[in-house]
């Protein structure tokens, strides 16, 4: 396993809910990293932000790794959810809290 791909585990393991996104939780650098994070917030689920803008290869080493093109990207007990669209589909639909609930992710 590549260094990358090391740091990426690392962090995945890091927390119940890690979203590698352009920026931080406080200051989302792109419209969709920013969406998640109202998403997240709103749910009031505590989760780590990585930003991949501070590292090249971390930026494109998170599409390999989860084989998803686009960021960000969320990650939920290890387990890659998905994007954007399908973050805010979930919240849309009413899908994301029993979603989290199922994994074991208490929100408010």
Not at 30 to 50: A, E, N, R, Y
Not at 72 to 95: A, H, N, S, T, W
């Amino acid at each position: 396993m590549s260094d990358i791909n090391s740091f990426i585990q690392g962090e995945i393991d890091s927390a119940d809910v890690v979203l590698f996104m352009k920026g931080t939780p406080v200051f989302p650098q792109c419209g969709f990293s920013g969406q998640v994070v109202q998403i997240l917030s709103h749910v009031g689920i505590p989760f780590k932000g990585v930003n991949v803008l501070e590292d090249e290869n971390l930026r494109e080493g998170i599409k390999s790794f989860s084989n998803w093109p686009t960021i960000p990207q969320l990650y939920v007990k290890g387990e890659f959810v998905g994007g954007c669209d399908i973050i805010r589909e979930m919240f849309e639909e009413g899908e994301l809290r029993p979603y989290l609930d199922e994994k074991g992710i208490e929100t408010v």
